[in-house]
């Protein structure tokens, strides 16, 4: 038997095919449907469309689905394309193996013909008998010969040949529609004339670039600070998007990227020389295509600590390290620095807590608007340039207990003194006989800011200084040249941006103080109040006027709506896509089928429930059962000057823990209360917080709509539980002769939870002083946000919410779902931290942390 032939049959008969022969290979172009002389983009995109309809879990054949691959492997590696395009096989055979390892593939080239090698033999009787040829004729045939297309060369013909083709390299960007974007637009009077001041802001869905070239990256944008640089913008025309730093996460990627890939969490922060506030690199919107060079990597150390909206931060922490890194390394513990800026966003905040880390006295100038605008004028160093300043201007009422208010925060954040202008400062100094700083950062910008602090420094002589760090109000700086010549100073500026693409050691460096600086707010040594608005959701008119008003510390920090929720609310600018919806809309309504009297009745009645809870008229508040069981009793029971209330899960736990607390109590009482010993706890002690939706997040995203019969009930023992929390309470405070407003709420789990829910809805017949809540479960965000509208008492309330970094019972959406809704309690300041390696669980670091808070929380 012929066993070394290979063998087909065709009709019965048998075929011997020649040694060395293999089946035929499919057209693998007509697979993909693409031409034979297509481009690898062109490959790619024909293959992405192929694969979507040809996939199994869509119904197609899976064989035909294997084949599909097969062939995009095969056109897309460029020496099987080039082999199949050649012999029509995607393997060699054994032969051509050899031959392409013998020699490195000398011999693997084609065997010249017969018709060649008779042309190639030389008749030297016939070259003797035509004579010798005339240079002239040979240069003339080649001439002739040679290939007139090689001979020119465009710049299209060398980025294609010699390097790539740019337009070949791009790719689609995958998100089909418009998304959100922060436009800014120049103040105008009536005239038309620019106005100095805040720019005019408008969130609006715009289109974006279809394509990302080759060097560039799609970046879903997280979080961005609203800063000054974009409230004060300068701004040549309308409808810029603004914005120049922000932290996001890679989508997308272009062909030659090496040094990211898709889902890397970057900051973006361009080159000073590329972008500017007159042309900011727009990282206020929901997609943002930028270059590598323009973006930092985040270290995972710094991921798991913090949340995108304290990254975002990172540039104006690390401004305030580097300045008083360079400029304060002549300064010893003890020393003074002058600040007016201390009061205005991260970077004020930031500066006291390394100045009080590094034991350097801040004096800080508190500038208020409204506030009476005593200056220093006339000469350096004299006492009549703020003696004669008119002081007898009084500030108004509201203006007075902003500056009481910022006062007192500014010194608990570490700030020796406070005064309303320089002419105070000189004022006290000269009573109290006090040195001049020797260093001054100037914050605030403004044409007269650097002056006053420079009235307020030592001279020139002891190495005094005055860094402008500040981007101000778009304002230019004045100063009088005769001050400078007697002052003898450095005056210097410093640019975050400028530092870190100075040097590639720089970006490093960055880096490093970040990770630093996480440290410190994971042992609770560093903390910054934020403000978070949405876009699209949240009036981001509302941002800019509080990230403008100089009377508000808290740093206003933009966030953006996923793609998911942009594909979903695109439509109002597209006009395709509303069609689409419109007709989508249509057929639905056409097909659902229409909802009985039953089910109309039903949804009334959830309505009507959900509209009575946490009100008076609420079956909870007509029906109470009785106050909640205490199990501990602590610190000073005999007359405290403030209670702190603690409900948790596992009170047996819980209490040897806070046993340990009493000792750093004070003057402080400590009431230890229980849900879960109580009747009405029964239904809460049988939700599990380890259920599949609960840990995906979805069960707390429910709204309005969604909620079911469980979670009504479950929203009524909530309400239930947190009023016979506040009888117990009111009990005690009776006892002690206090009020609601010397309380301080803390407590874990589902127990924070309901105090969270009792402080906020507004339970309670007065706002407590603060609270301190770890890992709490809040059910439905989105229906304490709906609460917010029927709210009357807007007593200021500072709160901390705790996270495990390891908690799976409270997913990071449910924690940004928590803070979105908190935006609707502008009253409400509250700040949350993570507590690094902690699960869902109450322990030492727990109770470490909590010690270390309760001083920030306690009614003074």
């Given at each position: 038997?012929?066993?070394?032939?290979?063998?087909?049959?065709?009709?019965?008969?048998?075929?011997?095919?020649?040694?060395?022969?293999?089946?035929?290979?499919?057209d693998?172009?007509?697979?993909?449907?693409?031409?034979?002389?297509?481009?690898?983009?062109?490959?790619?995109?024909?293959?992405?469309?192929?694969?979507?309809?040809?996939?199994?879990?869509?119904?197609?054949?899976?064989k035909?689905?294997?084949?599909?691959?097969?062939?995009?492997?095969?056109?897309?590696?460029?020496?099987?394309?080039?082999?199949?395009?050649?012999?029509?096989?995607?393997?060699?055979?054994?032969?051509?193996?050899?031959?392409?390892?013998?020699?490195?593939g000398?011999?693997?080239?084609?065997?010249?013909?017969?018709?060649?090698?008779?042309?190639?033999?030389?008749?030297?009787?016939?070259?003797?008998?035509?004579?010798?040829?005339?240079?002239?004729?040979?240069?003339?045939?080649?001439?002739?010969?040679?290939?007139?297309?090689?001979?020119?060369?465009?710049?299209k013909?060398?980025?294609?040949?010699?390097?790539?083709?740019?337009?070949?390299?791009?790719?689609?960007?995958?998100?089909?529609?418009?998304?959100?974007?922060?436009?800014?637009?120049?103040?105008?009077?009536?005239?038309?004339?620019?106005?100095?001041?805040?720019?005019?802001?408008?969130?609006k869905?715009?289109?974006?670039?279809?394509?990302?070239?080759?060097?560039?990256?799609?970046?879903?944008?997280?979080?961005?600070?609203?800063?000054?640089?974009?409230?004060?913008?300068?701004?040549?025309k309308?409808?810029?998007?603004?914005?120049?730093?922000?932290?996001?996460?890679?989508?997308?990627?272009?062909?030659?990227?090496?040094?990211?890939?898709?889902?890397?969490?970057?900051?973006?922060?361009?080159?000073?020389?590329?972008?500017?506030?007159?042309?900011?690199?727009?990282?206020?919107?929901?997609?943002?295509?930028?270059?590598?060079?323009?973006?930092?990597?985040?270290?995972?150390?710094?991921?798991?600590?913090?949340?995108?909206?304290?990254i975002?931060?990172?540039?104006?922490?690390?401004?305030?390290y580097?300045?008083?890194?360079n400029?304060?390394?002549?300064?010893?513990?003890g020393?003074?620095?002058?600040?007016?800026?201390a009061?205005?966003?991260?970077?004020?905040?930031?500066?006291?807590?390394?100045?009080?880390?590094?034991?350097l006295?801040?004096?800080?100038?508190?500038?208020?608007?409204?506030?009476?605008?005593?200056?220093?004028?006339?000469?350096?160093?004299?006492?009549?340039?703020?003696?004669?300043?008119?002081?007898?201007?009084?500030?108004?009422?509201?203006?007075?207990?902003?500056?009481?208010?910022?006062?007192?925060?500014?010194?608990?954040?570490?700030?020796?003194?406070?005064?309303?202008?320089?002419?105070?400062?000189?004022?006290?100094?000269?009573?109290?006989?006090?040195?001049?700083?020797?260093?001054?950062?100037?914050?605030?910008?403004?044409?007269?800011?650097?002056?006053?602090?420079?009235?307020?420094?030592?001279?020139?002589?002891?190495?005094?200084q005055?860094?402008?760090?500040?981007?101000?109000?778009?304002?230019?700086?004045?100063?009088?040249?005769?001050?400078?010549a007697?002052?003898?100073?450095?005056?210097?500026?410093?640019?975050?941006?400028?530092?870190?693409?100075?040097?590639?050691?720089?970006?490093?460096?960055?880096?490093?103080?970040?990770?630093?600086?996480?440290?410190?707010?994971r042992?609770?040594?560093?903390?910054l109040?934020?403000?978070?608005?949405?876009?699209?959701?949240?009036?981001?008119?509302?941002?800019?006027?509080?990230?403008?008003?100089a009377s508000?510390?808290?740093?206003?920090?933009?966030?953006?709506?996923?793609?998911?929720?942009?594909?979903r609310?695109?439509?109002?600018?597209?006009?395709?896509?509303?069609?689409?919806?419109?007709?989508?809309?249509?057929?639905?309504?056409?097909?659902?089928?229409?909802?009985?009297?039953?089910?109309?009745?039903?949804?009334?009645?959830?309505?009507?429930?959900?509209?009575?809870?946490?009100?008076?008229?609420?079956?909870?508040?007509?029906?109470?059962?009785?106050?909640?069981?205490?199990?501990?009793?602590?610190?000073?029971?005999?007359?405290?000057?403030?209670?702190?209330?603690?409900?948790?899960?596992?009170?047996?736990?819980?209490s040897?823990?806070?046993?340990?607390?009493?000792?750093?109590?004070?003057?402080?009482?400590?009431?230890?209360?229980?849900?879960?010993?109580?009747?009405?706890?029964?239904?809460?002690?049988?939700f599990?917080?380890?259920?599949?939706?609960?840990?995906?997040?979805?069960?707390?995203?429910?709204?309005?709509?969604?909620?079911?019969?469980?979670?009504?009930?479950?929203?009524?023992?909530?309400e239930?539980?947190?009023?016979?929390?506040?009888?117990?309470?009111?009990?005690?405070?009776?006892k002690?002769?206090?009020?609601?407003?010397?309380?301080?709420?803390?407590?874990?789990?589902?127990?924070?939870?309901?105090?969270?829910?009792?402080?906020?809805?507004?339970?309670?017949?007065?706002?407590?002083?603060?609270?301190?809540?770890?890992?709490?479960?809040?059910?439905?965000?989105?229906?304490?946000?709906?609460?917010?509208?029927?709210?009357?008492?807007?007593?200021?309330?500072?709160m901390?919410?705790?996270w495990?970094?390891?908690?799976?019972?409270?997913?990071s959406?449910?924690?940004?779902?928590?803070?979105?809704?908190?935006?609707?309690y502008?009253?409400?300041?509250?700040?949350?931290?993570?507590?690094?390696?902690?699960?869902?669980?109450?322990?030492?670091?727990?109770?470490?942390?909590?010690?270390?808070?309760?001083?920030?929380?306690?009614?003074?």
């Amino acid at each position: 038997r012929p066993t070394h032939l290979n063998l087909k049959q065709e009709g019965g008969v048998r075929h011997r095919l020649p040694q060395g022969a293999a089946m035929a290979e499919p057209d693998y172009y007509e697979l993909i449907g693409v031409e034979k002389n297509a481009k690898l983009q062109e490959i790619r995109a024909k293959f992405r469309q192929k694969v979507l309809a040809e996939h199994p879990d869509k119904g197609g054949d899976p064989k035909a689905f294997q084949l599909l691959n097969k062939a995009y492997n095969v056109l897309t590696d460029q020496d099987k394309r080039a082999l199949y395009d050649s012999t029509g096989r995607t393997e060699r055979s054994a032969e051509e193996e050899f031959a392409m390892g013998f020699g490195g593939g000398r011999m693997t080239g084609h065997q010249r013909s017969k018709e060649l090698d008779a042309e190639a033999v030389v008749n030297i009787q016939d070259r003797v008998n035509k004579g010798p040829s005339e240079h002239e004729d040979g240069f003339a045939e080649w001439m002739r010969q040679r290939d007139q297309s090689e001979m020119v060369m465009t710049d299209k013909d060398f980025m294609k040949n010699a390097l790539f083709n740019a337009a070949e390299m791009s790719a689609k960007v995958n998100h089909p529609g418009p998304v959100q974007h922060v436009l800014g637009s120049p103040k105008t009077d009536a005239y038309g004339q620019q106005m100095a001041g805040p720019v005019q802001v408008q969130a609006k869905p715009r289109p974006i670039k279809k394509t990302i070239d080759h060097d560039e990256m799609l970046v879903r944008m997280l979080a961005v600070p609203l800063d000054d640089a974009m409230v004060y913008a300068e701004l040549a025309k309308g409808g810029v998007c603004l914005g120049m730093t922000g932290v996001g996460r890679i989508e997308q990627i272009g062909a030659h990227v090496q040094d990211f890939k898709q889902e890397d969490c970057v900051l973006v922060l361009p080159k000073p020389t590329k972008f500017s506030s007159q042309r900011p690199i727009g990282t206020a919107r929901t997609l943002l295509i930028c270059h590598e060079d323009d973006v930092l990597r985040i270290s995972p150390t710094i991921l798991e600590e913090l949340t995108p909206e304290q990254i975002c931060l990172a540039p104006t922490i690390v401004c305030a390290y580097i300045l008083l890194e360079n400029y304060a390394a002549k300064l010893k513990p003890g020393d003074s620095i002058l600040l007016n800026a201390a009061h205005m966003s991260a970077a004020g905040s930031a500066l006291l807590q390394l100045c009080k880390l590094l034991k350097l006295k801040p004096l800080c100038i508190l500038d208020l608007p409204g506030a009476p605008k005593n200056r220093v004028k006339g000469e350096y160093g004299s006492k009549t340039a703020w003696q004669e300043a008119d002081t007898r201007a009084v500030a108004p009422p509201s203006v007075r207990q902003h500056y009481e208010r910022i006062s007192e925060w500014l010194v608990t954040m570490g700030a020796e003194e406070v005064f309303p202008d320089a002419v105070a400062m000189l004022k006290w100094r000269d009573r109290n006989q006090r040195m001049l700083p020797k260093l001054a950062l100037d914050g605030i910008s403004t044409r007269e800011s650097a002056e006053q602090l420079i009235h307020c420094l030592q001279s020139g002589d002891k190495d005094s200084q005055c860094v402008v760090y500040g981007y101000g109000a778009a304002q230019p700086i004045e100063l009088n040249p005769p001050l400078l010549a007697a002052w003898g100073g450095t005056l210097l500026g410093f640019s975050l941006n400028r530092w870190v693409h100075s040097l590639s050691a720089n970006s490093a460096k960055f880096m490093s103080v970040t990770e630093n600086i996480t440290k410190l707010i994971r042992a609770n040594k560093f903390t910054l109040d934020t403000v978070l608005y949405k876009v699209g959701e949240d009036a981001v008119t509302d941002a800019f006027s509080r990230a403008a008003d100089a009377s508000d510390s808290s740093q206003v920090v933009l966030i953006f709506p996923t793609l998911e929720e942009e594909l979903r609310n695109n439509g109002g600018d597209d006009n395709a896509w509303e069609s689409k919806t419109m007709a989508a809309s249509s057929r639905a309504a056409q097909q659902a089928p229409t909802k009985t009297a039953e089910e109309e009745e039903r949804e009334r009645l959830k309505a009507d429930w959900l509209n009575l809870l946490f009100t008076d008229g609420s079956v909870a508040a007509m029906s109470p059962e009785g106050p909640l069981p205490i199990t501990l009793e602590a610190g000073n029971t005999s007359s405290p000057k403030s209670l702190i209330v603690w409900l948790g899960d596992e009170p047996a736990v819980e209490s040897r823990y806070l046993q340990g607390l009493t000792a750093s109590l004070g003057s402080s009482a400590l009431l230890c209360l229980s849900w879960d010993q109580h009747a009405a706890g029964e239904g809460l002690k049988d939700f599990s917080v380890s259920t599949p939706e609960v840990l995906d997040g979805s069960w707390f995203l429910r709204d309005r709509a969604t909620l079911e019969n469980e979670d009504l009930d479950h929203l009524h023992d909530v309400e239930l539980l947190g009023r016979c929390m506040m009888e117990s309470v009111q009990g005690s405070l009776d006892k002690y002769g206090l009020t609601w407003r010397n309380v301080v709420l803390a407590g874990f789990g589902k127990g924070a939870g309901l105090l969270f829910y009792a402080s906020v809805a507004r339970l309670l017949p007065q706002q407590v002083a603060g609270g301190v809540f770890f890992n709490a479960i809040v059910p439905f965000p989105a229906f304490l946000a709906e609460k917010a509208a029927k709210r009357t008492d807007r007593t200021p309330v500072k709160m901390f919410t705790i996270w495990g970094s390891r908690d799976s019972s409270t997913p990071s959406n449910y924690r940004q779902a928590l803070q979105q809704a908190l935006r609707k309690y502008p009253e409400v300041q509250c700040t949350p931290d993570t507590l690094p390696e902690n699960d869902h669980v109450f322990d030492e670091k727990s109770i470490s942390v909590l010690t270390s808070l309760l001083p920030l929380v306690l009614p003074r």
